[in-house]
Nanobody
């Protein structure tokens, strides 16, 4: 079992930055691919970014490429999402997730087995 707890959300002006953290419990964190998703009001949950177990491979949604950076610290069992140049359309609840299926499509939320409770990010114009 893996438990995930996000933090770092808040209110920021357009053009600003935030760093989200996701603290994981359980001894398997370092072996699991991880991802970030977001869900805006009235919309479905969408893929943001994913990182493999070592941190050596990352993949981003086109909408955040060049602005967001996903990273992980396996020694601290923590996943991060550095968000720069934030836009009002980035406003959403952000979720971290862990997958036990590294060969699946990790941009698909159905590939993930464990989810955090989410943290709200609001970007004002």
């Amino acid at each position: 079992q893996v438990q995930l707890v996000e933090s770092g959300g808040g209110l920021v002006q357009a053009g600003g930055s935030l760093t989200l953290s996701c603290a994981a419990s359980g001894r398997t964190f370092s072996r699991l691919p991880m991802g970030w998703f977001h869900q805006a009001p009235g919309k479905e949950r969408e893929f943001v970014a994913t990182v493999n177990w070592s941190g050596g491979y990352t993949y981003y949604a086109d909408s955040v490429k060049g602005r967001f950076t996903i990273s992980r610290d396996n020694a601290k069992s923590t996943l991060y999402l550095q968000m720069n140049s934030l836009k009002p359309e980035d406003t959403a609840v952000y979720y971290c997730a862990a997958s036990k299926r590294p060969l699946n499509d990790l941009s698909d939320d159905k590939s993930y087995d464990y989810w955090g409770q989410g943290t709200q990010v609001t970007v004002s114009s």
